[in-house]
């Protein structure tokens, strides 16, 4: 089962606008990650953030966690048309053995 | 550093045929991860090795599934006999999590494969 579920499941936005997706989870964490994936190709790590840390932030990324409510967002500054791809959290649950379980992605697409 | 390495990219075959996947992680990384993605979802893990054990193989159907990782660096993951729903992309990821407690995983191009 998925652990992680992103909202929205698609977005359309235009080139330098801001794009924000959100994570939601169910168990205790060690740690949340998101994850970029374009099409056809592998997963690339994009940003960790610890379950004792609430902001993050990495160039035009910014990454929130509230381990109260169970959610993190990720936030995409200035979007360029290179961004355009699928955006993935996983969780690194605290009864794992560092696994990590993946949500089912928001679809990002930036109009040039 | 060389990227993690996995053959082929693109298999198609018919159901109840056999497959194999390879996967050649990044120099050092004990700790290397099949995962299946369909298309629209996000990754699931199949199967996860630390050097060559396994650590957790709970979600991997293995009436027809089968993974090894022999002399703890390349891996093959096999599929007989094939069945329609097995059409996916088949992820190798590995990582060097002795290094410390958080868990990048560094992800290889994937294998997509087509059961017809």
């Known amino acids: 089962s998925q652990q992680g579920e992103e909202d929205p499941q698609a977005l359309s936005i235009q080139e330098g606008e801001n794009a924000t997706m959100n994570c939601s989870y169910k168990?205790?964490?060690?740690?949340l990650q998101w994850y970029r994936q374009n099409s056809g190709r592998g997963l690339v790590h994009l940003i960790l953030?610890?379950?004792?840390?609430r902001e993050k932030h990495s160039g035009r990324l910014r990454v929130t966690l509230d381990t109260s409510k169970k959610s993190s967002s990720l936030l995409i500054t200035a979007s360029r048309a290179a961004d355009t791809a699928s955006y993935f959290c996983a969780t690194d649950g605290m009864d794992s053995s560092y696994k990590l379980i993946f949500g089912s992605g928001t679809r990002l697409l930036v109009r040039p | 550093e060389a990227g993690v390495a996995q053959s082929p990219r693109y298999k198609i075959i018919e159901k109840r045929q056999s497959v194999a996947f390879w996967c050649n992680p990044i120099?050092?990384?004990?700790?290397l991860y099949w995962y299946q993605q369909i298309l629209g979802q996000g990754p699931k893990l199949l199967i996860q090795f630390q050097n060559n054990g396994v650590v957790d193989d709970s979600q991997l159907p293995k009436d027809r599934f089968s993974a090894e990782r022999l002399k703890g660096v390349d891996s093959t993951l096999k599929i007989q006999p094939a069945k329609l729903e097995d059409s996916a992309v088949y992820l190798c990821?590995?990582?060097?999590?002795?290094?410390?407690?958080?868990?990048?995983?560094?992800f290889g191009p994937g294998t997509r494969l087509t059961v017809l």
């Open positions: 168990t205790s964490i060690n740690n």
């Open positions: 120099s050092g990384h004990a700790t």
């Open positions: 990821a590995s990582s060097n999590r002795l290094a410390g407690i958080y868990n990048e995983q560094f």
């Open positions: 953030i610890r379950s004792n840390e």
